[in-house]
Every structure is written in structure tokens, then in C-alpha cells.
């Protein structure tokens, strides 16, 4: 089965779903289906912590939207890939957004004969076809850290060539480095 285009959930205000039922006979929600989101901190993550990245860029989204796990998935590998074969392995990539929110569909049959196979309106809450995480305006969708100038600009230009796989319009912010920890 193809998903449905991004603008049936995206632009759409809603109430953040993520209740499933604890009783399976009552429930409404069956089974929640996984993320996709595979792993949320790439890079060298001592290294960010121990404030080896001077140069941090944040991804902020500039509109209030719901970014679906794939979409958030795709650009993590886009950025991922990238950033292992231009800069190497001195840079820090973390998502900062969780699909948390459980996206329903109302399949609703079309064609000769459909009218007495389907239930309408009257059971419409849905099955559960994914997940999304619900992003705020001015909210980080991505952090990025790398050491030099000559890897910021790099970075920068793939988050230019990024935004065609977001949901939303996006900007840009360079935050100062995190302050090393000390280890007593």
C-alpha cells in the first residue's frame, strides 16, 4: 500500500494521538506501528559532548507542522551519507524530534457495488497507517557539528539541497559549542 500524500496530514492541525490501548478486546488501536526513525545521535558523539565541534548549526522549522517519521528518516540518511563522504568522520549529527503522534486513515472504498461494503461515517476513527512527530514553530528539527570552516560550509550547502525532503520551510541557526564536561 502507497501512503497518501503529506499535505492530507501535514499542514493539518491536530490533537497529539499516542494513546494505545492497554485492553486489546476494547481498543480502537490495535498495534502502534514502529518508527522508522533508526537512530537519533550519529557521528562523534563523545566528542560533541566533550566540546570538540566549535561550529554547531541548528535546523529550525519556521511553521507549525507534522513531519512524518519517513520524512524525517530520509533526511537523517541525507545528511548522514553526505557527511561521511565530504567531511569524514569529524562531525556530529543528532535528530532532536520523536514520531510520537499515531496517524489515522478512514479507508473509504470507491466503485460500483462500494456503498454496502463500507461503514462510512458512522466508524470513522480510523487504522493506524504511521507515525509523525508534531513540530512547533521555532522548534530544532536537526542539530549538526563539525570543526572547520571549510565543513560548515558543506553542511550548509546540504541543508540547501535538504529542503525538498521536509514538510516545512526551514532556517538556520549557529549556536555556540556545548561547554566541555568535566571528568573528576
Known sequence: MALRKAGAYSK???????????VQSKAYIKAVPPSKVVKFKMGDIVGFDNGKYPIVIHIISKEAVQMRDNSIESVRQY????????????????????????????????GAGADRMQTGMSQSFGRTVGRAALVKAGQTIF?????????????????????????????????????AKKVD
Open 12 to 22: 493539518r492541525y491536530t490533537r497529539p494521538y499516542t494513546r494505545k490501548s492497554k
Open 143 to 179: 542539530i549538526i557539528g563539525v570543526k572547520d570552516q571549510r565543513s560548515e560550509v558543506i553542511a550548509r550547502e546540504l541543508i540547501r539541497s535538504s529542503k525538498a525532503r521536509m514538510p516545512c520551510r526551514v532556517s538556520t541557526q549557529t549556536v555556540p559549542a556545548p561547554v
Open 79 to 110: 545528511f548522514n551519507r553526505f557527511l561521511v563522504e565530504r567531511v569524514g568522520k569529524e562531525f556530529y549529527l543528532e535528530v532532536k524530534v520523536y514520531p510520537h503522534h499515531i496517524q489515522r486513515e478512514n479507508k473509504m472504498l470507491t
